[in-house]
């Protein structure tokens, strides 16, 4: 096969040619023209989120987990109280991280089907005024659902709580305007919706908030304030770059304002959600979510009720048609999901679909005639 496959994951994600092919040179970690795409970069990225007036971008190697470490070790006094709202994989995740770094945290939790509440927020923060900071996941990946970010905003702002989002699914595909959404620090990466290659991650930090942060972390990798500071003094990273993944980030940032900013990206995983979702209906295939709760990321959906089915075979046969899928992460029931972000459109979803379809009759679970 001559083509990559298509990823329908939830990243790394399917890139263009001209985004790969930013990547085919190399670059001086001190030199001005590296400094300078940086300094495009996190100019965009704060363009993006209405942000120059009140945030500072700061940008963090590796993973987009690093960075929700970062963004937690770095806001959160040692001594500071961390509320996770959970409603699953990811939120899980930035609540262990939490208590791994020293730091004492409390869980809410919720169903993994439905959003997080923010009136329960709200009871909670009345309840126990020892708590300092709320993390709240905007698109918790793990079954697709779009949390109420407007709304966990408005009521830590109440309760003069700080708030760190992880908008690392949603960022640059859901709005998010940091004039009209109050919060401390809100996270995200370059392999994601922005549609870059994974390797970086950024966190926009409330500037009023950073100058109180010095001293916060235990960790020197993970210091967002030091890595700000250096960054400002001398217009370069901290330790090596991943030079690659910044120049690629650049290139996908370009394409990503010419083609419309965040509403036209927004529209196109719309429309690649409602494809995926109306062609797998089609085939018999049920959405674990309700509409209301569903983001346009990523959709979970049952697996076939159907002895002959199994996910290791379901999956080997997809991806010799050319479609990755993704395992499912929830407990209760057996699912599988399926990405709708990326550098994808309409065509690339109808034909997974119809993968789908082939890899069904194949298996002998078929549900609707070919
Ligand atoms: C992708 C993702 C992350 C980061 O995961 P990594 O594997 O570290 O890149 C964190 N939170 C959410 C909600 C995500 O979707």
Redesign the pocket.
């Known amino acids: 096969m001559d083509r990559d496959r298509i990823l329908l994951t ?2 790394p994600l399917t890139t263009t040619l001209r985004t790969k092919l930013a990547m085919l040179h190399d670059w001086g970690s001190w030199d001005t023209d590296f400094n300078g795409v940086t300094a495009g970069v996190r100019r965009r990225l704060l363009d993006i989120v209405h942000g120059h007036d009140s945030h500072v971008v700061v940008p963090l190697q590796g ?4 960075s ?1 470490e970062a963004a937690v070790a770095t806001l959160v006094p040692r001594d500071g109280h961390v509320l996770v709202l959970d409603n699953g994989a ?1 939120c899980k ?1 930035a609540g262990k991280l939490t208590q791994m770094m020293g730091r004492r945290v409390s869980v809410v939790g919720f169903d993994e089907d439905a959003s997080v509440s923010p009136q329960v927020l709200d009871e909670q923060l009345r309840a126990d005024a020892s708590i300092s900071h709320v993390v709240l ?1 905007h ?3 793990g079954a697709g659902v779009e949390n109420p970010l407007a709304g966990v905003a408005a009521v830590c702002q109440q309760h003069g709580k700080g708030l760190i989002v ?1 908008a ?2 949603s960022f640059a595909a859901l709005p998010i305007d940091a004039r009209e959404v109050r919060f401390d620090a809100l996270i995200a ?1 370059s ?2 919706c922005l549609e870059g290659v ?1 390797g970086m991650g950024f966190v926009f930090i409330r500037q009023a908030v950073l100058d109180g942060c010095a001293g916060n972390s235990q960790s020197l990798a993970m210091d967002l304030h030091d890595q700000y500071s250096y960054m400002e003094k001398t217009g370069q990273w901290r330790f090596t770059p991943p030079t690659h993944v910044v120049v690629a980030l650049a290139e996908a940032i370009s394409q990503f304002e010419e083609e419309g900013g965040q509403p036209a990206r927004l529209a196109r995983y719309a429309d690649n959600c409602r494809t995926l979702i109306d062609g797998m209906r089609r085939l018999g295939l049920r959405p674990f979510l309700k509409p209301e709760h569903q983001a346009p990321i990523i959709v979970t959906f049952h697996a076939p009720d159907h002895p002959a089915y199994d996910f290791k075979r379901f999956y080997a046969a997809a991806k010799t048609r050319g479609f990755m899928l993704y395992p499912g992460k929830l407990t209760t029931v057996e699912t599988f999901r399926v990405g709708c972000i990326g550098a994808i459109g309409r065509q690339e979803m109808q034909q997974a679909v119809n993968a789908v379809g082939e890899v069904l009759r194949e298996m002998g679970i078929a549900t609707a005639p070919a």
């Open positions: 939830p990243g993973s987009g987990t690093f929700v990811y995740r996941i698109c918790e990946t992880d690392m699914s990466a392999g994601k994974p």
